[in-house]
């Protein structure tokens, strides 16, 4: 008989989304007339810009003429896209990216789980607790982690700790790790690390040869001047960092599917033999690979959201969603409720009344208000006492959820 991949088996129940859905699902069938408004899962809600649209159409009709056709692109994105991105996202930042240190993707969920396979098993990962579960389950399933401790830890992981008493700013490794994830804005928190902040953690890893898994799927939702689009403008990031970026919230993409990682020629590690290679072109092998590209339809979508009509109407979409975060955030407060991010990210933290258990507020929130949310738990031991509000609901809903959440939280 085969055997399994028993590294699987480490993990608790399903996936977090996939518990909420479940709980929901059962909730729903259970009380059919519910009114059930869902500001769990980080999905966008409103359409994709006309832009991108527009460019999509036009992608359709070429693929149906002979002479337009297109199949097989290059598995690392067509150039359409990869300069216009280098352009508006690192050049007119003073940052320089080669043309063959990116790679277009279907998404960076899909990055930033696969990114590990490139790093040795023998790898210290550190992650921030809470974190998004898909960079500590794909390093669990890889066998790079021990097993599940009674603490909701797993060993052999270092957890950067991070809560309202360290403003949500992990603190250095007190031992050295080889590889560092990072997110910033954050997910789940919505907080952000300031251009000091993220220094430390250059420094950190140009010091003991760590690499930075450094996600910045959310840099469309930054306002403050202070936190960093992109890590590379921090200096010497470009030989320890890998960024992930993502269309999803973006341009509204979450269906659509594109992303890309930006993997600089000067990050290395080491061979067992002591050579120094590029993750870049590991990365390169696993892509051409495992991977045959993002749909050429999906690409020109997303490369028109670079065109100025694109930049202005991708500028409303955030602002759209970013209204929702003010509306949370202010509801909350008024009812008393103490509330996190929402300022640089679509993500609202909140503190649960009375340091209610985050599952038993969500359970609350489901049952009697009918509004679905995000446990902390669900994100790591440190999230327990927390729990996260989507900003990316449509605004009639968004506006509804905060009066039944005033209505039942007011003091
Ligand atoms: C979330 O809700 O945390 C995100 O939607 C998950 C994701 O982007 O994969």
């Not at 809600?45 to 056709?69: G, R, S, Y």
């Not at 280098?86 to 990216?97: D, L, S």
Request: charged content about 25%; hydrophobic content about 35%; glycine content about 10%.
């Amino acid at each position: 008989m085969a055997s399994i991949n028993d590294n699987y088996l480490k993990l608790p129940g399903s996936y977090l989304f996939a518990e909420i859905g479940r709980r929901v699902a059962a909730f729903k069938e259970a009380h059919p007339e519910a009114d059930i408004i869902r500001l769990g899962i980080g999905d966008v809600t409103q359409p994709l810009p006309a832009a991108c649209i527009e460019a999509m159409h036009k992608a359709v009709d070429e693929l149906a003429n002979a002479d337009t056709f297109r199949g097989y692109g290059p598995e690392q994105g067509y150039s359409f896209l990869t300069d216009a991105i280098i352009e508006h996202n690192y050049t007119q930042r003073g940052i320089h990216i080669d043309s063959d240190e990116i790679f277009v993707s279907d998404g960076s969920k899909s990055d930033c789980g696969n990114i590990q396979e490139i790093f040795g098993l023998n790898n210290k990962v550190a992650i921030t607790d809470p974190v998004y579960p898909v960079y500590l389950d794909t390093n669990v399933m890889a066998g790079r982690t021990g097993t599940l401790k009674a603490d909701g830890h797993f060993e052999g992981v270092t957890y950067l700790p991070c809560d309202a008493s360290n403003n949500f700013a992990p603190a250095l490794p007190k031992e050295r790790v080889d590889m560092i994830y990072l997110c910033c804005p954050n997910n789940p928190t919505g907080t952000t690390l300031s251009r000091t902040e993220l220094k430390k953690w250059v420094d950190y890893a140009r010091e003991n040869q760590s690499v930075i898994l450094f996600d910045a799927a959310y840099a469309a939702y930054i306002t403050e001047d202070d936190v960093p689009r992109s890590i590379y403008e921090i200096e010497g990031a470009k030989d320890v960092a890998i960024e992930f970026r993502s269309f999803s919230k973006t341009a509204g993409f979450t269906g659509t599917r594109c992303g890309y990682t930006i993997i600089p020629k000067t990050v290395k590690g080491r061979a067992a033999d002591g050579t120094l290679v590029e993750f870049n072109k590991l990365w390169n092998r696993r892509h051409t690979t495992k991977f045959n590209g993002t749909a050429y339809i999906v690409q020109r979508g997303a490369a028109a959201i670079y065109t100025p009509d694109g930049q202005q109407q991708v500028k409303e979409l955030v602002g759209y969603y970013m209204e929702n975060a003010r509306i949370i955030r202010e509801g909350l407060e008024t009812a008393g409720i103490t509330a996190y991010g929402g300022i640089n990210a679509p993500y609202i933290w909140l503190k649960t009344p009375n340091d209610m258990p985050s599952w038993d507020f969500f359970d609350k929130l489901l049952t009697e208000v009918n509004i679905v949310g995000t446990p902390g738990a669900g994100f790591g031991p440190c999230g327990e006492g927390y729990f996260r509000l989507t900003a990316f609901g449509n605004r009639e809903n968004t506006l509804r959820a905060v009066e039944r959440i005033k209505t039942k939280f007011r003091i």
